[in-house]
Nanobody
Framework: VQLQASGGGLVQAGASLRLSCAAS????????VGWFRQAPGKEREFVAA????????YYADSVKGRFTISRDNDKNAAYLQMNSLKPEDTAVYYC?????????????????WGQGTQVTVSS
C-alpha cells in the first residue's frame, strides 16, 4: 500500500483547507486511515482516523469540531477537511493506514505512511 498526501498550503487563521490522501493497493487490507501532524520541534501527533466498518471516525481533542475526516472507497482516497484553522495547526500533515479496525492513535499502530504535506496558518 502506498499513500500520497496533498492539499497543504499557506492560509490565514480562520480559513479552511482540504487535504487528500490517495492510496494505491487494496483498501480492504487497510480498514483504518488516519491523519497525523508534526509541528517544528514537536513529536508527531494523532489528528483523526476513520474506519471502514465498525465504529465511526475519531479525533484528537484539539481538532474536534473543526476537522472532519472522510473517505471514498471507490476512489481509494481519504480526506481531511480543516475549518477554522489556527496558527497552532501549522504542521506537516501525514496520512497513514492501519491493517486493523480497532481504535488506535499511536504512530506505531499504523503500518503504512505517506509523505507529508505542509500546512501553514498565519495569524
Amino acid at each position: 500500500v502506498q499513500l500520497q498526501a496533498s492539499g497543504g498550503g499557506l492560509v490565514q487563521a480562520g480559513a479552511s483547507l482540504r487535504l487528500s490522501c490517495a492510496a494505491s493497493g487494496t483498501s480492504t487490507s487497510t480498514p483504518t486511515v488516519g491523519w497525523f501532524r508534526q509541528a517544528p520541534g514537536k513529536e508527531r501527533e494523532f489528528v483523526a482516523a476513520i474506519r471502514w466498518t465498525v465504529g465511526g471516525p475519531y479525533y484528537a481533542d484539539s481538532v474536534k469540531g473543526r476537522f472532519t475526516i472522510s473517505r471514498d472507497n471507490d476512489k481509494n482516497a481519504a480526506y481531511l477537511q480543516m475549518n477554522s484553522l489556527k496558527p497552532e495547526d501549522t504542521a506537516v500533515y501525514y496520512c497513514a493506514a492501519r491493517r486493523y479496525s480497532s481504535r488506535a492513535t499511536a504512530q506505531s499502530a499504523y503500518d503504512y505512511w505517506g509523505q507529508g504535506t505542509q500546512v501553514t496558518v498565519s495569524s
